[in-house]
């Protein structure tokens, strides 16, 4: 087992201090999806005392209801790291900890994106009609899924590319024509 106090990556902190760098990482980025999630609940949630509620059809209460449901459970899905970290606080599980959180946090975007899409659809269903919902809603899933899904992967790719393409560092000492600048990292 690794020693949990070495220092062990490039940026030369040990696993402990690297978990709690990911932890506060991933709860930076919670609460940004949080606040969201917040919104479209309490949007979601006052749509059914509105005087249009009971003029939707069976179609529009079934999506209305399938997105109140999964904005719960993307909700739900968010504040689940702060809950596992409370009950988990000081039993040495904080690698645990930011690992399940990090896939809770996955499956929550994957949540919130059919909430956000169910949301677009019905909006546009109601103001537009059926066909124009069922659009919105697609492109809606779509956008998501390339700024989420595709995004990512295409930054990654980039960046393998540029590490490939970096010159290497000489073997031997370096010439007295070469001048290295130390590089600082935070």
């Known amino acids: 087992m690794a020693d949990l106090h070495r220092p062990c990556t490039a940026r030369n902190e ?11 990482e991933l709860l930076q980025e919670l609460r940004v999806t949080q606040t969201g ?17 009971p003029d939707l059809d069976t179609v529009q209460r079934t999506v209305y209801v399938t997105t109140l449901l999964l904005s719960v459970l993307a909700a739900a ?4 790291p702060a809950a596992l970290h409370r009950s988990l606080f000081r039993q040495r599980a ?8 990090s896939r809770l946090a996955t499956v929550g975007l994957g949540v919130l994106v059919l909430a956000f899409t169910g949301s677009v659809l019905l909006v546009v269903d109601v103001t537009t009609g059926r066909a124009g919902g069922a659009a919105a809603g697609a492109v809606t899933f779509l956008v998501c899924l390339g ?6 992967r295409l930054v990654r790719r980039a960046g393998r590319a540029d590490e490939e393409d970096e010159p290497h560092e000489p073997a031997g000492p370096p010439s007295p024509t070469e001048v290295r600048v130390p590089v600082r990292r935070r």
């Open 94 to 101: 904080k690698p645990r900890i930011v690992q399940v959180s």
């Open 147 to 152: 700024l989420w899904g595709l995004l990512p």
């Open 14 to 24: 040990t696993p402990l201090e690297r978990a709690d760098r990911n932890f506060g």
């Open 77 to 80: 899905l968010f504040t689940a």
């Open 37 to 53: 999630v917040q919104i479209l609940f309490a949007f979601l949630l006052s749509l059914a005392f509105t005087s249009r509620f």
